[in-house]
């Protein structure tokens, strides 16, 4: 199978990160739980996570907290951030995983920049809902649907300028893309660790530069008589088991990530999304296709998209139709009552992958026209 659907998660982990979570599971009880070898096994698994996502994200390891996915990290740092009823502004490419929990908390929301791979529309439209008198942000690094990378530093500084807290969705960049919590001063970035950071199923970092509010109350193995949370981080957040297989996974991912370069695993995956997108063009289709794009193309075949794709994956090629749980993104681009057909390249992309689905494209979709 040619697994071109790394915008969901990435199939294809490191050996490192297979043999981390197998020699975990042989070894590691319980962090933070007993001073046997077991468990000071475990916790220092989770430290060399935490240890590698500092160094990889610019953020104290203290304020890196483990979570269970991109959504877990995003669920606190709006409860953290945001009491119901606030006005907030958000991209128009935001995923189900921003928009839900707001809407959960009735917030008012005001969406800014809604033209693709468009800056100048996104910044103008974003700078005028912050002089209009928000209470937060919150943004996406880049759309899942589209790989639209925003111009997330500029609209950082906006948030600096105009004194609006912002939270960073970096679901689909990190791993790809610089991620800088310092630099960028976000009150939270949330993102995953089972996409471009290699980790398993089942983990994902929220990046803390706000004081956080927990979300999940229970035993830590810290100040094990009150009957209060922590107060200070990561414990404040972290209730229950880790996952600690996942973690030492993770970890494992981060190193494979930062060994390897990031500009280096981007610009192959770029290579990727580039061909695959003149494939497209050359035979007939209409790619979404312009500047400031990451490694992910989204198309419209002639035939319905959950048809197409169950097409090509019988040709052994992975890839996702649909609304990709973003219809504020298809809304945007005027794709909500079609959906699209999404090519997601991975840190494994080479060029026999776009050999592949050329040979697939052309056999079994019908062109336009
Ligand atoms: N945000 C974006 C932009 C995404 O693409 C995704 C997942 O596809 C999420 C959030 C949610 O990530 P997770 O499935 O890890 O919760």
């Not at 043999?19 to 430290?47: D, I, K, W």
């Not at 529309?121 to 209009?132: G, N, R, V």
């Not at 289709?285 to 197409?308: I, L, R, Y």
């Not at 139709?321 to 991975?346: D, K, M």
């Amino acid at each position: 199978m040619i697994y071109l659907d790394n915008g969901a998660t990435s199939l294809h982990k490191p050996q490192e990160v297979h043999r981390a979570v197998a020699n975990t599971l042989r070894y590691c009880a319980n962090p933070g739980r007993g001073g046997h070898e077991a468990a000071m096994a475990a916790s220092r698994q989770v430290f060399a996570c935490r240890e590698e996502a500092s160094r990889l994200f610019r953020c104290p390891a203290e304020r890196v907290v483990m979570t269970t996915n991109c959504t877990h990290g995003l669920n606190i740092a709006i409860n953290s951030l945001i009491p119901p009823d606030s006005r907030v502004v958000i991209s128009g490419f935001e995923h189900n995983a921003v928009t839900r929990p707001l809407h959960a908390r009735r917030t008012k929301i005001r969406v800014a920049g809604r033209r693709l791979f468009d800056w100048e529309d996104m910044l103008e439209s974003f700078e005028k809902a912050l002089k209009s008198g928000v209470d937060a942000a919150v943004f996406t690094h880049v759309s899942n649907v589209f790989g639209y990378i925003l111009p997330v530093e500029e609209m950082a500084a906006l948030c600096r300028h105009y004194g609006v807290p912002f939270i960073l969705d970096a679901a689909q960049s990190a791993g790809v893309l610089s991620v800088d919590m310092e630099a960028l001063g976000a009150a939270f970035i949330a993102m995953p660790g089972h996409k471009g950071l290699l980790g398993p199923q089942g983990t994902g970092l929220l990046l803390c530069g706000h004081e956080p509010r927990p979300l999940l109350f229970g035993g830590t193995g810290s100040e094990s008589l009150s009957q209060s949370m922590p107060s200070y981080l990561p414990d404040s957040l972290e209730a229950g088991t880790l996952n600690v297989p996942g973690i030492a996974g993770l970890a494992a991912g981060l190193r494979y990530v930062r060994s390897r370069g990031i500009d280096k695993i981007f610009q192959q995956e770029h290579r990727a999304m580039t061909r695959a997108a003149a494939d497209l063009q050359a035979l007939g289709f209409h790619p979404f296709v312009g500047e400031h794009q990451a490694a992910t193309v989204s198309f419209m075949p002639e035939t319905d998209c959950e048809q197409a794709a169950k097409m090509l994956a019988e040709q052994g090629i992975a890839v996702r139709a649909g609304l990709h749980c973003a219809p504020l993104a298809h809304e945007s681009a005027g794709t909500l009552e079609t959906g699209t057909v999404r090519i997601s390249f991975g840190h494994d992309a080479n060029p026999g992958q776009n050999a592949h689905l050329r040979r697939a494209l052309a056999k079994i979709i019908p062109v336009k026209g």
